[in-house]
């Protein structure tokens, strides 16, 4: 079945505490992203990357980590978390499907079920 | 800057009647999505729209695209219960390569028996 699994679920961690939030996709997709959803404010792109070691800052890069060693995986890490990075976080994966001007486009995304963290 | 702007942000409607959602933009674009979201789940993609004028329908929603106007509608026709949800879009910012959507707010729709 195809999907892209993050774990872990739920995470309560304390200020200050190194966490990795795993994500993972089997359908060979080029191109991830995390998101953050926060009430109110929708989803907010974190990171994303469009190949093996090519990763971006999307619009909230700040106090969060990525890297992309293998084509499945893209972790999201918090080196030093705070209680303003408490949301619900989504991993994405899509197919870079064509070259437009301007760059390449993606393919609908396909999301992850969800981490929810709350930092105190 | 790419905005994107959903209205109404919460909506309760009752079974048997038809609402439209709106969802505007701020700059160009050639891309829109629109996604469901049911409480507590991830995301699902419903629609892609990829030019002016187009439409898409499944079932009781149909999605549309004026991008003259920077307006994207999803329209549900007698709806029903099961259709209750958040309703988010999406936009791919023409030109902006694979550099990720701009979501809107989301509309959160109770369907009321």
């Known amino acids: 079945e195809a999907q892209v699994t993050q774990n872990p679920r739920y995470l309560i961690t304390v200020t200050g505490k190194k966490l990795t939030v795993t994500c993972s996709q089997n359908?060979?997709?080029?191109?991830m992203s995390w998101y953050r959803q926060d009430p109110g404010l929708g989803l907010r792109q974190i990171y994303y990357?469009?190949?093996?070691?090519?990763?971006d800052k999307g619009d909230v890069p700040e106090g969060y980590k990525v890297s992309r060693k293998e084509k499945r995986n893209f972790p999201l890490i918090l080196e030093s978390p705070s209680p303003n990075q408490t949301s619900l976080y989504f991993c994405?994966?899509?197919?870079?499907?064509?070259?437009?001007?301007?760059?390449?486009?993606?393919?609908?995304?396909?999301f992850g079920n969800g981490t929810r963290l709350t930092v105190t | 800057e790419l905005k994107v702007e959903q209205n109404p942000l919460f909506l309760s409607m009752q079974e048997g009647k038809n609402y439209t959602i709106y969802c505007n933009y701020s700059?160009?674009?050639?891309?829109l999505y629109w996604y469901r979201q049911d409480p507590g789940k991830s995301l699902e993609s419903l629609f892609v729209?990829?030019?002016?004028?187009a439409v898409k329908q499944e079932g009781r929603l149909m999605a549309s695209l004026d991008t003259k106007a920077r307006l994207s509608t999803l329209h549900i026709t007698a709806a029903v219960h099961d259709l209750s949800a958040t309703y988010f879009c999406?936009?791919?910012?023409?030109?902006?390569?694979?550099?990720?959507?701009?979501f809107g707010k989301g509309t959160h729709l109770i369907i009321q028996p």
């Open positions: 994405a994966s899509s197919r870079l499907v064509g070259w437009q001007t301007g760059g390449w486009r993606n393919s609908p995304l396909h």
């Open positions: 359908m060979n997709h080029e191109y």
């Open positions: 990357s469009m190949n093996v070691e090519v990763t």
């Open positions: 700059t160009t674009s050639d891309r």
């Open positions: 729209l990829l030019s002016n004028g």
């Open positions: 999406a936009v791919d910012m023409a030109g902006g390569g694979a550099d990720g959507l701009t």
